[in-house]
Structure formats: C-alpha cells, structure tokens
C-alpha cells in the first residue's frame, strides 16, 4: 500500500534502525544522485530526474522514471512507501 507521507531525515533514521522489511522509502533523484546509490546503473541522461525506492534500511531497491512505477513496485511487493522530505 502507497502512503504519501513526508518524513523527515531523523524519521527517516529511526526507520533504518527498525530494520523493517514491510516499509520502504521513495524520492526522487538527479542523475547524478544515482551514479552513487545505483553504480552499476547503465549510463542515464545526464540532467534527469528519476525515482527511486530503498529499503528502511536505506538499501537501494528500484529505479524509474515515474513516480507511479516506484509506487506500484511497493505495492507489489507488500511494502509501505513512504516520502521522507
């Protein structure tokens, strides 16, 4: 299920340390943001922006170019995304 909360970055710590694998979080991202979360991401158009999802434990889980997609994954996979701001 989607949940479009905002959160904030001691929130967002909290999460990691829960080591939940029900709750995941989602933003958007630069390309160049992705070189260092993705590095094994084929090359990207430089001056995008894309989303990516992680894991409460701060794992890098998917990437798309729409939001929608990132949040139909989560969903898929029984996770609770989130929006830390």
């Known amino acids: 299920m989607f949940h479009d909360l905002e959160i904030n970055n001691q ?20 390309t160049e943001e992705i ?3 993705f590095p094994e991401t084929p090359e990207l158009e ?18 798309a170019s729409e939001r929608v997609e990132i949040a139909s994954s989560a969903f898929y996979n029984n996770l609770k995304a989130i929006m830390p701001n």
């Open 35 to 37: 070189k260092i979360a």
């Open 11 to 30: 929130q967002a710590e909290t999460l990691a340390q829960m080591e939940s694998n029900a709750i995941a979080y989602m933003r958007e991202m630069t």
């Open 46 to 63: 430089d001056g995008q922006t894309y989303w990516a999802l992680f894991g409460a434990d701060g794992a890098p889980l998917m990437l």
